[in-house]
């Protein structure tokens, strides 16, 4: 199997394996394939986990060498287990996951994020989200917050002072090396959500680094509305509360706080008190929710059920 274009430096010592876990796939997806294929640095193969087979439409999608295509049933998808079957799929030095409406931003993404791994300590790099341009004012600042325009690295040594964000990585556009992604066992097999972040957090624990590449971007943002905040974030907490040996001692709360605060204080600056409104209304329905998954253990579970955005997971 070949690769999707040799870069000008030549072909890198370390082979990229991009894994795309997909359902019902659009235009998006489209314009990622396109994207991927326009990459200066040579991509090994391109792996597509794609739920429901009736849903993949394979002659709308470019058609390139590279791209397998694995169906499975929605009853067996899983947001950690079948990233997870991929990378055991994978022969690639680096396990790059993309979600399906992640678009890259330019030619040089995937280049960036390998240059990464230049660093030893380096197990994990993330690249930079950008909203798209029909992206709310609220969600734009929530992206510019997250995602800023400085690159970082983050160790151990920064729990302390960064808290949760240490272990922030985000895999609608994350690298990891592969050898210490299977020596740290992988991805939960079995999660709602967050599976990202908690083997983020194994990263972080067992003394290596993660990176965050502020040139390596991908255009990516939602739109949600208070209701889907709250299904989002109940599910969150429910990954929380079933990792308490991660997050216990670094809760969201103190971060959640200061991007309200920060987002409020930004609307002002802009004059736009109506979107002040829509902020606590959202804010209110995150915490709301988060509120709920951190206990959904006492909850009765057609409430639990209710409140999920992952339904099936059930």
């Given amino acids: 199997m070949g690769v999707l274009r040799r870069g000008g430096n030549g072909v890198s010592e370390r082979t990229v394996s991009v894994i795309i876990p997909?359902?019902?796939?659009?235009?998006?997806?489209?314009?990622?394939?396109r994207g991927l294929k326009k990459q200066t640095y040579p991509i090994l193969e391109i792996i597509v986990m794609n739920t429901e087979k009736r849903y993949y439409q394979e002659e709308q999608y470019p058609r390139l060498e590279q791209l397998e295509v694995f169906h499975i049933t929605k009853k067996t998808f899983d947001h950690g287990g079948t990233r997870d079957e991929a990378a055991r799929k994978a022969r690639g030095d680096i396990?790059?996951?993309?979600?399906?409406?992640?678009v890259p931003a330019d030619a040089r993404l995937v280049e960036r994020l390998v240059k990464a791994f230049d660093a030893e300590e380096v197990a994990a790099a993330y690249a930079r989200?950008?909203?798209?341009?029909?992206?709310?004012?609220?969600?734009?600042?929530?992206?510019a917050f997250n995602y800023p325009k400085q690159s970082s690295v983050r160790t151990k040594s920064d729990v302390a002072k960064y808290g949760i964000k240490t272990?922030?990585?985000?895999?609608?556009?994350?690298?990891?090396?592969?050898?210490?992604?299977?020596?740290?066992?992988?991805?939960e097999k079995r999660t709602i959500f967050n599976e990202d972040m908690i083997f983020a957090a194994k990263i972080i624990q067992n003394g290596y680094a993660i990176a965050y590449c502020a040139d390596a971007a991908v255009i990516h943002s939602h739109n949600y509305s208070g209701k889907q905040q709250f299904h989002r974030n109940f599910d969150l907490a429910v990954s929380q509360a079933d990792h308490p040996e991660i997050f216990s001692s670094v809760p969201s709360e103190r971060e959640g706080i200061r991007l309200v605060k920060s987002t409020a204080l930004f609307l002002l600056r802009k004059k736009k008190p109506l979107e002040v409104?829509?902020?606590?209304?959202?804010?209110?329905?995150?915490?709301?929710?988060?509120?709920?998954?951190?206990?959904?253990?006492?909850?009765?579970?057609?409430?639990?059920?209710?409140?999920?955005?992952?339904?099936?997971?059930?």
């Fill in 22 to 33: 997909v359902y019902r796939p659009d235009e998006k997806f489209v314009n990622l394939l």
């Fill in 95 to 102: 396990l790059l996951f993309m979600t399906q409406d992640a």
């Fill in 129 to 143: 989200q950008l909203p798209a341009p029909d992206c709310r004012l609220i969600e734009r600042y929530t992206r």
């Fill in 167 to 187: 272990y922030f990585c985000s895999n609608v556009c994350a690298a990891y090396r592969r050898q210490v992604y299977h020596d740290l066992g992988g991805f």
């Fill in 277 to 314: 409104f829509r902020l606590f209304y959202v804010s209110v329905c995150k915490y709301a929710g988060y509120f709920l998954g951190k206990r959904y253990r006492a909850l009765p579970m057609f409430l639990v059920k209710k409140f999920s955005m992952n339904r099936g997971y059930w």
